[in-house]
């Protein structure tokens, strides 16, 4: 089977550092182009990754060559482009959230549905396997019925440029750093999920801190932190009736990192320490599945749809301080 051919839309970090190493080093991928509307831009990630510059987006999804994009542009940017490459019947790997509000988002996927083409938002860790055995664990009972969920991802300032501060680009924590409790929240409750109350920090143009309550209809709740002005965190706790589960560095896992699930009960602390693994070379993966049968996405696009709600719902509920 021939390798797809892929373009890229957009020159972010994410991409140079993560993604396109990944999607280079795959058997499956050839990275074919990279767009940028700034020409030195796409001339620089090119020449890194042995692909084609090109200047301008909507000459990339034009292109004869190309089979599927990764788009990792700003929020504003992002729902234009993914509708425009989906109607050019091309696949699509996308930043996240896949779009800024439902109605928006379930369009994008009713547009995947009808082309017939794949369409996966790039939320990494859900394909990491050290949450699958975590979740194997509560459902064998480790540590009873669960009560509450928490977790925690934080990272320091950014730098003053960054496109987060920026909120005609759709900057601000929460359509970043708020995406990964929200989606882990619902990856270890199922759903649906509610918000019931939300707080939300400002920095000079878009928020830069936030916590929320979200619970489910039995009212299990779950107490998420998110935000970019603090020392770095990135953990989550599941607290049930006879114990508790804890682990560390969950979110942006490094490839040669071994995660460690610390298991806390009245009789003793019980520590399973796992095999490292590369959980952007698993989304690769999954990825590279999906273009060769697209329906198969159906489970990942609902919890999409879903975070997607409960992020808007989350800003409209949110005090703000």
């Known amino acids: 089977m021939a390798p797809?051919?892929?373009?890229?839309?957009?020159?972010?970090?994410?991409?140079?550092?993560?993604?396109?190493?990944a999607l280079t080093a795959h058997p499956d991928f050839t990275v074919v182009a990279v767009a940028s509307r700034t020409p030195a831009k796409a001339l620089d990630f090119a020449r890194r990754?042995?692909?084609?510059?090109?200047?301008g987006y909507e000459a990339l999804v034009r292109r004869p060559d190309v089979d599927a994009v990764y788009i990792p542009l700003p929020p504003a940017l992002r729902e234009t482009w993914v509708r425009r490459a989906l109607d050019r019947g091309l696949h699509v790997l996308t930043e996240k959230p896949l779009a800024r509000?439902?109605?928006?988002?379930?369009?994008l996927v009713g547009l995947a549905r009808a082309r017939d083409r794949a369409l996966l938002e790039n939320v990494m860790?859900?394909?990491?396997?050290?949450?699958?055995v975590v979740r194997e664990l509560l459902r064998a009972g480790a540590i009873g019925e669960v009560r509450s969920f928490a977790a925690t991802f934080t990272v320091p300032p950014r730098a003053p440029t960054d496109f987060r501060y920026r909120p005609e680009l759709g900057g601000g924590c929460l359509a970043d750093m708020g995406v990964y409790p929200v989606r882990a929240a619902q990856?270890?409750?199922?759903?649906?999920?509610?918000?019931?109350?939300?707080?939300?920090?400002?920095g000079?143009?878009?928020e830069v801190a936030g916590d929320a309550l979200l619970a489910t209809r039995d009212g299990i709740g779950a107490h998420l932190t998110f935000g970019m002005a603090h020392a770095y965190r990135s953990c989550y706790e599941i607290l049930g009736s006879a114990?508790?589960?804890?682990?560390?560095?969950?979110?942006?896992?490094?490839?040669d990192h071994a995660p460690r699930i610390v298991i806390h009960r009245a009789d003793g602390v019980e520590e399973r320490v796992l095999a490292a693994d590369d959980q952007v070379a698993r989304t690769v993966?999954?990825?590279?599945?999906?273009?060769?049968e697209p329906a198969a996405g159906t489970p990942l696009l609902a919890a999409s749809l879903a975070e997607v709600r409960l992020l808007e719902q989350l800003r409209r509920v949110a005090r703000w301080s």
Not at 49 to 55: C, D, H, L, M, Q
Not at 285 to 292: E, K, S, T
């Open 4 to 21: 797809v051919r892929i373009g890229v839309l957009g020159c972010a970090e994410i991409a140079k550092r993560r993604v396109l190493p």
């Open 49 to 55: 990754f042995a692909a084609e510059p090109v200047v």
């Open 101 to 107: 509000d439902r109605r928006s988002a379930a369009r």
């Open 125 to 132: 860790f859900v394909h990491h396997p050290q949450h699958a």
């Open 187 to 202: 990856y270890f409750l199922g759903g649906p999920l509610t918000v019931v109350g939300a707080v939300l920090r400002r």
């Open 204 to 206: 000079a143009a878009v």
């Open 243 to 255: 114990g508790r589960i804890s682990v560390d560095h969950v979110f942006t896992t490094p490839a």
């Open 285 to 292: 993966d999954a990825f590279r599945r999906l273009i060769a």
